[in-house]
């Protein structure tokens, strides 16, 4: 077992010189200058722009910038901000907790609706009950996040006055933005968990326990259940690292707090040491998120950790 986390970390580590590679090339092939925006229409001489990216390394080869970069990110030195010159890691330290909370609560939203429709659809098989939830879980996935806040936005805070439309102010304001981010990874777990079910139905031991006489929900919640979301652990988990990239659009729709808003103005001020250290800490968070679910996974189920014994 612990071969196998050593194993996962390892791979892990050129995922993330991968993810540095693609983000730093990308970031200067795009057009303007952070120097130009940082000025802007204020006046200035040539010699204030070349002092500001000496100041900012950015008159240095790139091959060496990029290596600067990776040096002080081993460190966890992201850099500092152009623009508010606060160091990088303060700026995600301030920001982080609302987007991980606003990301926490869409995966309990996909994940409890998600087992819940699943469950349903899968027991009443072929029924109308059944057909409806496939069909609601398809549109889930299907529509675009920012335009179900909107929809959201407009029913239940305009029209009803239930929830506030914006802000990060207290419980109510994490409702709407949860079950905007939730709402297309809970049809994916629905689909998945009723395929699991139904093939579960059809094992030997569950014919079995009938013959026994226990009743249907008993036979589902006990046991078809149980070895039923032992896939959907796995998914859960990969759906909350989407989840993460996902708050950047909905933090936008809301007005949120959290790393969202924050890279979204670092990429209208072209600040690349804020859009590396975010991109870079989302990028870990994800590969975290996926050694735990491999973990958990593990400890689920029983043949997984038989067969890493084995290996």
């Known amino acids: 077992m612990t071969y196998a986390l050593v194993k996962r970390v390892l791979i892990a580590i050129p995922t993330l010189i991968g993810v540095t590679v693609i983000l730093f090339i990308t970031l200067r092939l ?3 200058d952070p120097v130009s925006v940082l000025l802007g229409s204020s006046p200035s001489t040539p010699q204030v722009a070349a002092s500001l990216r000496q100041q900012f390394g950015l008159d240095q080869p790139l091959w060496q910038q990029y290596l600067s970069f990776v040096k002080d990110a081993v460190t966890l030195d992201l850099g500092t901000s152009y623009s508010t010159r606060q160091p990088v890691t303060q700026v995600i330290g301030q920001q982080i907790w609302p987007t991980l909370q606003l990301a926490l609560c869409a995966a309990a939203v996909s994940a409890v609706a998600g087992i819940l429709l699943g469950s349903l659809s899968a027991i009443f098989r072929n029924s109308w009950l059944d057909g409806m939830i496939r ?13 179900v806040g909107l929809l959201l936005i407009m029913l239940f805070s305009f029209t009803l006055h239930l929830f506030p439309a914006t802000g990060s102010a207290g419980a109510a304001s994490l409702v709407l933005p949860s079950v905007t981010l939730g709402l297309s ?10 395929n699991s079910i139904i093939e579960v139905l059809g094992e030997n031991f569950v014919t079995a326990l009938h013959a026994k006489g226990l009743r249907t929900r008993v036979v589902v919640g006990k046991h078809v259940l149980r070895n039923a979301v032992i896939p959907t652990i796995t998914i859960i988990g990969f759906q909350l690292g989407a989840l993460l990239a996902g708050a950047v659009i909905v933090e936008t729709v809301f007005a949120r707090r959290g790393l969202g808003q924050t890279l979204v103005q670092a990429i209208q001020g072209q600040d690349y040491p804020v859009i590396q250290g975010v991109v870079l800490v989302i990028a870990a ?24 014994g084995k290996s």
């Open 30 to 32: 795009l057009p303007g």
């Open 135 to 147: 069909v609601l879980s398809l549109i889930s996935t299907a529509m675009p996040s920012f335009w």
């Open 185 to 194: 990874a809970a049809g994916v777990v629905t689909r998945l968990v009723r």
């Open 285 to 308: 968070i994800y590969l975290l998120i996926n050694i735990v679910v491999d973990v958990s996974y593990a400890y689920v189920d029983p043949r997984v950790r038989v067969a890493i």
